[in-house]
């Protein structure tokens, strides 16, 4: 079966210090990642998907296979980055396609 | 721009009482899923339905059922409500390809 880890319940970083967001992942498939936001009292949001590989809020993500991981990166953290995030895989299955979240990562920016 | 809507931000209700929480999107998804957020739990998978009266159990099923009879709403039923269902609800919709799923603002019961 499919799983998501992110080790770290918490992350707290000096603003302007650079962050990672661990995401590790398992299944036997091809997989399609992803990494949501929900900042306080919003909704969960979409913050990037590997496969358009592009860069959002100076957020980036790459797939690697080899280490089945998707870590989170951006090289100078800011206070509005606070916030919830989680790290997801899509799945294929009983006619739709799924996502298994990870548990989670709260990020909070030290000012 | 996608939007979910959920019928209700905070909900009260007390052990025993029958709970439905409704779910709408605005943008023909054939998909919808349930999903209760706790913390340190994460997302949980309840239920979720690829297409009008279709249904599939997710992770944790138990407890709770769900229909729906119309593409763009899909309801979440709780036949009996329990202390330990007191959660974050997020209703999510999408389509099949791509497979990102757009989020309701969520839905906060309390089971006294």
């Known amino acids: 079966a499919q799983r998501v880890t992110q080790p770290e319940k918490l992350l707290s970083v000096f603003k302007g210090a650079p962050v990672e967001l661990k995401c590790n992942y398992s299944?036997?498939?091809?997989?399609?990642l992803f990494w949501y936001v929900q900042y306080s009292r919003q909704r969960l949001q979409l913050l990037l998907r590997?496969?358009s590989r592009e860069s959002i809020k100076g957020f980036t993500a790459d797939l690697n296979k080899g280490e089945t991981s998707f870590h989170l990166k951006k090289p100078f953290a800011q206070e509005e980055d606070s916030a919830m995030y989680y790290c997801?895989?899509?799945?294929?299955?009983?006619?739709?396609?799924?996502?298994?979240f990870g548990k989670g990562t709260k990020l909070s920016v030290i000012p | 721009d996608v939007k979910v809507t959920q019928s209700s931000r905070y909900l009260v209700k007390r052990t025993g009482e029958k709970v439905f929480l409704e779910c709408v999107q605005d943008?023909?998804?054939?998909?919808m899923f349930w999903y209760r957020q706790d913390p340190g739990l994460g997302l949980r998978l309840i239920y979720f339905?690829?297409?009008?009266?279709?249904?599939e159990k997710g992770d944790i099923p138990e407890g709770y059922s769900v229909s729906r009879e119309k593409k763009e709403r899909f309801s979440l039923i709780l036949e009996s409500a329990s202390t330990n269902q007191t959660s974050m609800y997020l209703c999510?919709?999408?389509?099949?390809?791509?497979?990102?799923?757009?989020f309701g603002p969520g839905t906060r019961l309390t089971v006294l």
């Open positions: 999510a919709s999408s389509l099949s390809n791509p497979p990102e799923q757009f």
């Open positions: 299944y036997s498939g091809s997989p399609e």
């Open positions: 590997h496969i």
């Open positions: 997801a895989l899509s799945v294929s299955g009983a006619g739709s396609y799924q996502l298994t």
């Open positions: 943008m023909d998804h054939e998909n």
């Open positions: 339905s690829y297409d009008v009266k279709m249904k």
